[in-house]
């Protein structure tokens, strides 16, 4: 049985919604109107090994005439761990969505998708309308390791990629819910190393630790399976869990560009980010040029997947079919950023659901904003 949820900040509360397909947990702020309209209604999905504690604190910030609902995902946080179908990639938990909302009575929303969670509103709006949607350092389009920047696989058995790649000491201290940072692969040492930048510090660091901890590592949820592979490194992606639902031969959400209407697209990552990079230190193609994985066959047969260029060809390809893109880097932030640049990702949110008009002077269908850091 899933716990119910605690750690909740002033002004949050939870609540589970039951749904023909599931159990979800949902945050939402107290004095939110359900009868507000979909046009001010955001919705919130968090990303991989977290839960929707992670958006609290955003949930805070925004404007009170707005309903916020962040969704804990299934085998995260207090939703059901029921096992994920990764040969469907991320639809097990775009249905969830789905059928979350339509039990919710909101037929269309403003999405957020953070990492994972980006994947998953991706998916949602190739599947079903939506308002507008907001990628926080979202997963590739063409899902995460075994790609070339074009988007074809590198093997036919995504090989690298998947349920294996995962560290097994990792997934072993979530097991136990490892509080310490008596290790590199702690739960908190991986939060300061590669969720956030060197510079951020928080009093909330314990409550997004105990998020992390809540990733259930039952059968059939993370990292899941993984199958040998007669190529480097010797493993290819599984069928379940929650790391193969992003292998290239079962996700890809390149055919957005495709969508009409097109709702308008917020693209805001920082340029720290250790997890969804050219350079990913979660690629095993990447380490593998290191030298950390030992064996690396070479640039031309398992070069590092360049994950920020393929969503920029994705996004610009959407924008050249009419879409409108605002891409917005924050230079000093690492994969979190709406927790080390709150205000900035704040105000470009609201902008993006029409909340507060644009800048005076009309932006072109593609624009990129470059903030650094305050520092």
Known sequence: MTEPTTDLLEGITARSVETPRLSVNILEREGDDPATPSEQTVVLVHGNVSS?????????????DLRVIAVDLRGFGATESLPIDATRGVRDFSDDLHATLDALGIPVAHLV????????????ALDHPVLSLMLQA???????????????????????????????????????HDTSDAAETSP??????SYVSSAYSSGNEDLWVRSMLTTSTAPGNYPGD????ESWPGFGAGATGILNTLAPRYFDTSGIVDLDPKPPILWVHGDLDAIVSDASFFDLNHLGALGIVPGWPGADVAPAQEMVSQTRDVLDAYAARGGHVHELLLEGAGH?????????????????????????????????IILRSAD
């Not at 929707?52 to 404007?63: I, K, S, T, V």
């Not at 950023?337 to 709150?342: D, I, K, Q, V």
């Open 138 to 176: 979202p997963v590739s389009p063409h899902g995460f390791g075994g790609t070339r920047r074009d988007g074809s696989r590198l093997t036919a058995d995504d090989a690298g990629t998947g349920g294996g790649s995962a560290n097994p000491d990792f997934v072993q201290r979530l097991n136990d």
């Open 336 to 368: 979190a950023a709406h927790l080390e640049r709150p205000a900035e990702v704040r105000h470009a949110l609201l902008e993006a659901i029409g909340y507060i008009g644009p800048a005076q002077h009309p932006a072109p269908p593609t624009e990129t």
């Open 226 to 229: 993984s199958l040998p592979s």
């Open 113 to 124: 998708g953070w990492a994972l969670g980006g994947g998953v509103v991706m998916q949602y």
């Open 188 to 193: 908190r040492n991986v939060f300061r190393s």
């Open 52 to 64: 929707a504690l992670f958006w609290q604190e955003l949930m805070q910030d925004l404007p009170s």
